[in-house]
T-cell receptor, first 115, second 114 residues
Framework: GAGVSQSPRYKVAKRGQDVALRCDPI?????LFWYQQALGQGPEFLTY????????KSGLPSDRFFAERPEGSVSTLKIQRTQQEDSAVYLC?????????????FGPGTRLTVL | GNSVTQMEGPVTLSEEAFLTINCTYT??????LFWYVQYPGEGLQLLLK?????DKGSNKGFEATYRKETTSFHLEKGSVQVSDSAVYFC?????????????FGKGTHLIIQP
């Protein structure tokens, strides 16, 4: 079956532009997570959804970052007024249930480069 | 807060060598522990997990034992293959509060030479 997909795979933005990154989780998966992975680092948690409810956004680095999952399926991570320090790979993961202690299935990521 | 520390890479071994990748953690309460692996050109995938002290997770010849007394979850394999070349991430999910997602280490790049 289809895994987690993300689009675009690569995004180049000029500093100050807004970007939107899309995640299509595995069908039927209740839980959805976003992570940010800087070069040479492990992924860092950004936010967590259970269906359409955003239950944890403690990892969002600033109010320029916003995520939504309005129908409990597809999710969008939006970054407003991008800065160079936002350059990273953004990973989406889904799991059947649970807050993070069950197996998470990761997408291939979106590599964001801010010039 | 929660944190994971794993050995720096790259780690280069010959085929059939014994592998250990060290991982230690700091967490409130008793976390669940994981090893995720990223093969070249692929996304992260779960390798093994353990949810309580003294549990041993195993998969594809890899093993790791949850050691509460040393707060460790070292990854081992008795005889590595070229196909094991990948980046390995140790991770935890805390039960004592904190974020709902996983906390990852920085990753260890493993290179197996034929």
């Amino acid at each position: 079956g289809a895994g987690v997909s993300q689009s675009p795979r690569y995004k180049v933005a000029k500093r100050g532009q807004d970007v939107a990154l899309r995640c299509d989780p595995i069908s039927g998966h209740v839980s959805l997570f976003w992570y940010q992975q800087a070069l040479g680092q492990g992924p860092e948690f950004l936010t967590y959804f259970q269906n359409e409810a955003q239950l944890d956004k403690s990892g969002l680095p600033s109010d320029r970052f916003f995520a939504e999952r309005p129908e409990g399926s597809v999710s969008t991570l939006k970054i407003q007024r991008t800065q160079q320090e936002d350059s990273a790979v953004y990973l989406c993961a889904s799991s059947l249930v649970g807050r993070g202690d069950n197996e998470q299935f990761f997408g291939p990521g979106t590599r964001l480069t801010v010039l | 807060g929660n944190s994971v520390t794993q050995m720096e890479g790259p780690v280069t071994l010959s085929e059939e060598a014994f592998l250990t990748i060290n991982c230690t953690y700091t967490a409130t309460g008793y976390p669940s522990l994981f090893w995720y692996v990223q093969y070249p050109g692929e996304g992260l995938q779960l390798l093994l997990k353990a949810t309580k002290a003294d549990d041993k997770g195993s998969n594809k010849g890899f093993e790791a034992t949850y050691r509460k007394e040393t707060t460790s979850f070292h990854l081992e394999k008795g005889s590595v293959q070229v196909s094991d070349s990948a980046v390995y991430f140790c991770a935890l999910h805390g039960r004592g509060g904190g974020a709902d997602g996983l906390t990852f280490g920085k990753g260890t790049h493993l290179i197996i030479q034929p």
